[in-house]
C-alpha cells in the first residue's frame, strides 16, 4: 500500500471480514485489492471506533486528523520520521 493510497482511502474501502482492502486510482490508475492480516483489521477497527466516537463522518478519508482533516503524504512521512525518531530506531 503507498502512502498516497492510503491518504485516500475511505472506510467502505475496508473489509474486515474478508480481510481486504480495496485501492482505487493505485499509481496507474487501476483498482486492486490488498490482503490484511486480522490484526491490522483489529487496530483498523479501533481507528474506526474512535472516528465514529469523533463525530468524523463516513465519507471523510478514513486516516484522518481527529478533526476529520485529511492526511497528505508528505505529512504521514513526516509523523513516521517523527515516531521514528521517538522510538530511537537507528535504520
Excluded: H, M, Y
Amino acid at each position: 500500500l503507498r502512502i498516497s493510497e492510503l491518504c485516500r482511502l475511505r472506510p467502505c474501502d475496508v473489509d474486515p471480514i474478508g480481510g481486504t482492502i480495496r485501492i482505487l486510482q493505485s499509481k496507474r490508475g487501476r483498482s486492486r485489492t490488498v490482503g490484511v492480516d486480522g490484526e491490522t483489521c483489529s487496530l483498523i477497527a479501533l481507528w474506526a471506533a474512535k472516528r465514529t466516537a469523533q463525530g468524523i463522518p463516513g465519507f471523510r478519508p478514513l486516516f484522518c486528523s481527529l478533526d476529520g482533516g485529511a492526511l497528505t503524504p508528505n505529512g504521514v512521512r513526516e509523523l513516521l520520521r517523527r515516531l521514528k525518531r521517538k522510538a530511537k530506531v537507528i535504520k
